[in-house]
C-alpha cells in the first residue's frame, strides 16, 4: 500500500505499511505459531486475507485547527520546534473507501462554511471534537455523527445539514453526541439524533446486522464476512442442540449460527447493541434466538450448567480469570474463542483447562498494523 503519511512520518497507525503484503502476512503468522505452540492446535488454518486498502468501514476523525481551517486528522510536529505542531489532514487515508475519503473531504469544507469552531484542548474553547463516519459497505450509506463540547454548536450543524444531505444522499443517519467532560474519550452519553433514521443496515452473507451510533462492529467488513461464515461452518460441523454466545455485541454470531442449533442465547452488557441484535432477528424472522443486556460473566454465574457450544468474543481484555473458571466448572463440550487480542487469547487457554486446541485460523481484519482476530475451537478432553 502506498501510504505518503506513513512514508513521510505523519501517521504513525500502520507500522508494517513498509513491508510487502506477504511480508506482513508471514510475519504474523510466525509470531502466532511460537505464541500458540504450547497449545498445539491440531489443524492450523490459512489465515484470511484482506484488501490491502479501503477496507476500513469506520473512521474516527480528530477535529484540529481553528473555524476559518478546520482539519480532520493529526497534529504533526513542525521541524521548527518553536513553532509547534500544525494539524495535518487524514480525508485521503489509503485504508478509507473512495466515497469515504470523498465525504471526508467535503465535511472538513462544510464544517468551516457552517462555522463550526473545532475544540483546542490547550485552551479547553470550542465546539467540535470528533466526527465519527460509519460505512455500510452492503449498501455504501453512512451514519455520521458529530462529537460536541456542548450544545452550542448544535443549531449551525442543523442549519447547513441539508446542503451536506443534498451533497451526499448516501447520508442516511446524522446525530450529535456530546461530551463535555475535558478528557481523552471520544464520545458522551447523550445521542442526539437529527435524522428520521437512526441506523444503518449491513448485510454479512445473508444475515442483515443493524449498526446504531455506540454498538461494537467489526471495522473491515470482508473479512468479518469470513470470520462469521467459519464460525457457522464450525458450529455446523460440531452439531449442538443449543450455544451461548458471549459478548455478542449486534449478534453477529449467533444470528450467522441460529440455522445450525435449535436455541441461542447472546448475551452483551451495551444495551443498544441488543436492541440491535433484535431487530435483526425480527427481520429474519428467526425465533430460536433469545438475545439480553447482560454481563457475559455475571450471566454465566447465574446459571447452573451450560450448553454444549459456549462461543466467546470479548474485548481486547480477554474473558478472564472468573470465566475462564466458570466455563470449567461447566466443562462444555466445545468453546470457540474469538479473539482481537492473541495475547490475552492465550493467557485465557492457559487457564480454559482439559481442553485440547482442535483448530486455529487466524483474519488479518487489520493490515499494515500488528493485529489480527484469531478464532480457535476447543474440545474438552
Known amino acids: 500500500?502506498?501510504?505518503?503519511?506513513?512514508?513521510?512520518?505523519?501517521?504513525?497507525?500502520?507500522?508494517?505499511?513498509?513491508?510487502?503484503?506477504?511480508?506482513?502476512?508471514?510475519?504474523?503468522?510466525?509470531?502466532?505459531?511460537?505464541?500458540?505452540?504450547?497449545?498445539?492446535?491440531?489443524?492450523?488454518?490459512?489465515?484470511?486475507?484482506?484488501?490491502?486498502?479501503?477496507?476500513?468501514?469506520?473512521?474516527?476523525?480528530?477535529?484540529?485547527?481553528?473555524?476559518?481551517?478546520?482539519?480532520?486528522?493529526?497534529?504533526?510536529?513542525?521541524e521548527d520546534s518553536t513553532a509547534g505542531s500544525k494539524p495535518i489532514s487524514l480525508c485521503t487515508c489509503p485504508l478509507y473507501p473512495a466515497d469515504m475519503q470523498a465525504l471526508l473531504i467535503y465535511i472538513e469544507r462544510w464544517i468551516r462554511c457552517?462555522?463550526?469552531?473545532?475544540?483546542?484542548v490547550k485552551k479547553k474553547k470550542g465546539e467540535l471534537k470528533f466526527v465519527l463516519l460509519t460505512r455500510s459497505d452492503s449498501r455504501?450509506?453512512?451514519?455520521?455523527?458529530?462529537?460536541?463540547?456542548?450544545?452550542?454548536?448544535?443549531?449551525?450543524?442543523?442549519?447547513?445539514?441539508?446542503?451536506?444531505?443534498?451533497?451526499?444522499?448516501?447520508?442516511?443517519?446524522?446525530?450529535?453526541?456530546?461530551?463535555?467532560?475535558?478528557m481523552a474519550r471520544l464520545e458522551g452519553e447523550e445521542e442526539i439524533f437529527l435524522t428520521s433514521d437512526h441506523y444503518l443496515l449491513e448485510q454479512f452473507n445473508h444475515v442483515p446486522l443493524v449498526v446504531r451510533p455506540k454498538s461494537f462492529f467489526q471495522t473491515n467488513p470482508k473479512v468479518a464476512e469470513s470470520l462469521y461464515a467459519t464460525a457457522k461452518r464450525w458450529v455446523s460441523e460440531i452439531k449442538p442442540a443449543s450455544m451461548w454466545d458471549l459478548f455478542c455485541g449486534v449478534g453477529g454470531f449467533a444470528l450467522?449460527?441460529?440455522?445450525?442449533?435449535e436455541h441461542v442465547t447472546g448475551i452483551e452488557i451495551e444495551p443498544e447493541a441488543i436492541e440491535s441484535a433484535k431487530h435483526s432477528a425480527e427481520i429474519m424472522g428467526v425465533t430460536n434466538l433469545r438475545f439480553a443486556a447482560l454481563d457475559s460473566t455475571s450471566f454465566s454465574q447465574s446459571n447452573k450448567s451450560a450448553p454444549e457450544l459456549v462461543l466467546v468474543n470479548p474485548p481486547r481484555r480477554g474473558i478472564g480469570e472468573q470465566l475462564c473458571q466458570q466455563l470449567n466448572?461447566?466443562?462444555p463440550k466445545h468453546i470457540i474463542y474469538s479473539s482481537c487480542n492473541p495475547y490475552t487469547l492465550e493467557q485465557d487457554l492457559a487457564r480454559l483447562?482439559?481442553?485440547?486446541?482442535?483448530?486455529?485460523?487466524?483474519f488479518d481484519m487489520f493490515p499494515h498494523t500488528e493485529h489480527v482476530e484469531v478464532m480457535v475451537l476447543l474440545e474438552h478432553i
Not at 15 to 32: E, G, H, M
Not at 114 to 120: D, E, Q, S
Open 353 to 362: 483447562t482439559g481442553y485440547k486446541v482442535m483448530k486455529l485460523q487466524w
Open 256 to 261: 450467522h449460527c441460529a440455522e445450525e442449533v
Open 329 to 331: 466448572d461447566f466443562a
Open 140 to 182: 455504501g450509506e453512512f451514519m455520521l455523527r458529530f462529537v460536541l463540547r456542548s450544545h452550542e454548536a448544535i443549531a449551525r450543524i442543523v442549519n447547513n445539514l441539508p446542503e451536506l444531505m443534498a451533497a451526499f444522499p448516501t447520508v442516511k443517519v446524522v446525530s450529535v453526541n456530546i461530551q463535555p467532560v475535558h
Open 114 to 120: 457552517a462555522g463550526i469552531p473545532p475544540y483546542n
Open 1 to 78: 500500500m502506498h501510504c505518503p503519511f506513513s512514508l513521510q512520518g505523519v501517521c504513525q497507525s500502520c507500522p508494517l505499511a513498509s513491508l510487502s503484503y506477504p511480508q506482513q502476512i508471514k510475519q504474523k503468522d510466525d509470531v502466532l505459531r511460537s505464541l500458540f505452540s504450547e497449545h498445539h492446535p491440531q489443524q492450523w488454518l490459512a489465515p484470511v486475507e484482506s484488501a490491502i486498502s479501503g477496507y476500513r468501514n469506520k473512521a474516527k476523525m480528530v477535529v484540529l485547527g481553528a473555524a476559518h481551517e478546520p482539519c480532520l486528522g493529526i497534529q504533526k510536529q513542525t
